[in-house]
Nanobody, 116 residues
Framework: QVQLVESGGGLVQPGGSLRLSCAASGFIFSNYAMRWYRQAPGKSRELVAGISSGGGSTNYADSVKGRFTISRDNAKNTVYLQMNSLKPEDTAVYYC?????????WGQGTQVTVSS
């Protein structure tokens, strides 16, 4: 049974930090590129960051470059998103996504709220 379980979301003040985790099971994690998406109320889901299967290549949305860092630990079947210098506009549900060829899996999402 495939599972992607996100954790680490919550309420944080502007300028603060959070670290999201996504624990994977039920598939060969090291074969899959991993991505973090987010969806704010009333907006479409957008790609935030991605990392290759081996971890050697990463990419980021312009809106988070220099503030967010994606990483993975294939021994722990987990992908992370370190989020620093958070802004109110980062408020959204954050989703973990696994991709390999035409196969994709999604987590259930974790809420991140940036507010004073």
């Amino acid at each position: 049974q495939v599972q992607l379980v996100e954790s680490g979301g919550g309420l944080v003040q502007p300028g603060g930090s959070l670290r999201l985790s996504c624990a994977a099971s039920g598939f060969i994690f090291s074969n899959y590129a991993m991505r973090w998406y987010r969806q704010a109320p009333g907006k479409s889901r957008e790609l935030v960051a991605g990392i290759s299967s081996g971890g050697g290549s990463t990419n980021y949305a312009d809106s988070v470059k220099g503030r967010f860092t994606i990483s993975r630990d294939n021994a722990k079947n987990t992908v992370y998103l370190q989020m620093n210098s958070l802004k109110p506009e980062d408020t959204a549900v954050y989703y973990c996504n696994a991709v390999w060829w035409n196969v994709g899996y999604w987590g259930q999402g974790t809420q991140v709220t940036v507010s004073s």
